[in-house]
């Protein structure tokens, strides 16, 4: 059974950092690519960031560009968060999803983790 | 960046009926189109890929259709289990946007 458990988020003042971490299980983590994925309090979904199968390339929303950084080790099964100056508009439920059902360009998800809540506040 | 429009924002349907609902790009995305399920206090669940492909393990009463710029999810008898809300996403591009979302409530 695919697991993902995220891990990592709470309560941090703007400005600040975070590191976000999915432990990923039940399937071969190097063979796929994985995505974040995040939710605001009462809102729709937003693609976050993505990483291939391998680490060697990475993709980023507008809105996280330069401030985020995706990572992952193939050796433990965990894809990593990294998120630099913090906003109030970056509070929200982030998921690690799993990339399926590729185009030649990029993924859908068809496995989620439950998520992690990341909180920006004074 | 492609934006990704649904219509209607709320539904509101009984057990039993037709329901559909729709998603248009702002641009031609082929057929790289999926549709998640989301409950209240869960995460989202994969229904539909290439805009009419069936999950494994999604009921029948789920399809999708379209191409191009228009797509539509329909549920053919909707269920108790059904009331959710519903997301549109497109995958041509590397900004993989989403629709803002549909809620199906109980009439």
């Known amino acids: 059974e695919v697991q993902l458990l995220e891990s990592g988020g709470g309560l941090v003042q703007p400005g600040g950092s975070l590191r976000l971490s999915c432990a990923a299980s039940g399937f071969t983590f190097s063979a796929y690519a994985m995505s974040w994925v995040r939710q605001a309090p009462g809102k729709g979904l937003e693609w976050v960031s993505a990483?291939?199968?391998?680490?060697?390339?990475?993709y980023y929303s507008d809105s996280v560009k330069g401030r985020f950084t995706v990572s992952r080790d193939n050796s433990k099964n965990i894809l990593y968060l990294q998120m630099n100056s913090l906003r109030a508009e970056d509070t929200a439920i982030f998921y690690c999803?799993?990339?399926?059902?590729?185009?030649?360009?990029?993924?859908?998800?068809?496995?989620w983790g439950q998520g992690t809540l990341v909180t920006v506040s004074a | 960046d492609i934006q990704m429009t649904q219509s209607p924002s709320t539904l509101s349907a009984s057990v039993g009926d037709r329901v559909t609902i729709t998603c248009r790009a702002s641009?031609?995305?082929?057929?790289?189109l999926a549709w998640y399920q989301q409950k209240p206090g869960k995460a989202p669940k994969l229904l539909i890929y290439k805009a009419s492909f069936l999950e494994s393990g999604v009921p029948s009463r789920f399809s999708g259709s379209g191409s191009g710029t228009d797509f539509t999810l329909t549920i053919s008898s909707l269920q108790p289990e059904d009331f959710a809300t519903y997301y549109c996403q497109q995958y041509t591009s590397h900004s993989r946007t989403f629709g803002q979302g549909t809620k199906v409530e109980i009439k």
């Open positions: 641009q031609s995305i082929s057929s790289w």
């Open positions: 990483t291939t199968d391998n680490g060697d390339a990475s």
């Open positions: 999803a799993r990339g399926a059902y590729c185009s030649s360009t990029t993924c859908i998800f068809d496995s």
